[in-house]
């Protein structure tokens, strides 16, 4: 479990007023943040964030249009660069999950989640992870998925984590440590863990990291999961994401 009571507070962004103050709570029993602010819309959040970016370091927005969601989500990296966004939303397609982490969001988790989900969604996207929703990875794309602007082209061949198994993804000009790194980061893995697992000087990790993103052309780990995405990654049947294999 993270927690943030030393480090900053998390701010909700959530037009339900009762889910809002159930999540509130939530994070304040689970000890993920001593603080949490509650805005009904997001141009009061922005508003008071603007004077609070040192203290606030998750913000929990809920998902809007397709749209919407993308120019707030860029606007957001771009006004408040070092602070962790987490999308709330109603089950939606894995499209449109990926979609958000094209645009800076460091993980989606969906409203009918149980509560243990949720929590593990927050702490794991407030230490630095990544979350994907376990069902997102297993789904199938639709026929209608596919047929968005926004989908990429899926070849199995660039990239596929067969159930069972570690992630290893195969993505064009990466060397074999980046691979590895670039592995243990879609496990949710941050720098400190990823030197553990790999022998390595934390520094070291920091220079395969931005190795990795140069590579994929990104600037965040979540860009990273969408990019693999793109070149093909097959996410169902056992996916490392979110810190476990689903």
Not at 2 to 9: A, D, E, P, T, Y
Not at 70 to 99: K, N
Not at 135 to 140: N, R
Request: net charge positive; hydrophobic share 45%.
């Amino acid at each position: 479990m993270c927690f943030l009571k030393r480090s900053g507070s998390v701010a909700i962004v959530d037009g339900y007023e009762l889910f809002a103050s159930a999540l509130g709570e939530l994070i304040k029993s689970e000890g993920i943040a001593y603080h949490v602010d509650i805005y009904p819309r997001l141009d009061m959040a922005l508003e008071n964030l603007d004077g609070r970016r040192d203290r606030v370091r998750l913000l929990i927005v809920e998902w809007l249009t397709d749209d919407i969601c993308a120019l707030a989500l860029s606007d957001m990296r771009a006004r408040f660069s070092g602070m962790r966004i987490l999308v709330c939303a109603m089950p939606v397609d894995r499209s449109q999950v990926f979609e958000c982490l094209t645009h800076g969001a460091h993980g989606v988790f969906f409203r009918t989640q149980s509560k243990a989900d949720i929590a593990s969604a927050i702490s794991l996207v407030a230490s630095g992870g990544v979350y994907i929703p376990p069902s997102v990875c297993d789904e199938t794309p639709s026929a209608s998925a596919a047929a968005r602007p926004s989908a990429p082209p899926v070849k199995p061949e660039v990239a596929v984590w067969p159930a069972g198994h570690a992630a290893q993804p195969v993505a064009p000009g990466l060397s074999e440590r980046q691979r590895a790194v670039l592995a243990l980061m879609l496990k949710g893995l941050s720098n400190k863990a990823i030197a553990r697992e790999l022998a390595l000087a934390e520094g070291t990790v920091k220079v395969h990291v931005n190795g990795v993103f140069r590579a994929l052309k990104v600037n965040s780990r979540g860009q990273a999961i969408a990019r693999v995405f793109a070149l093909g990654g097959d996410f169902r049947g056992g996916l490392a994401v979110g810190g476990t294999v689903h």
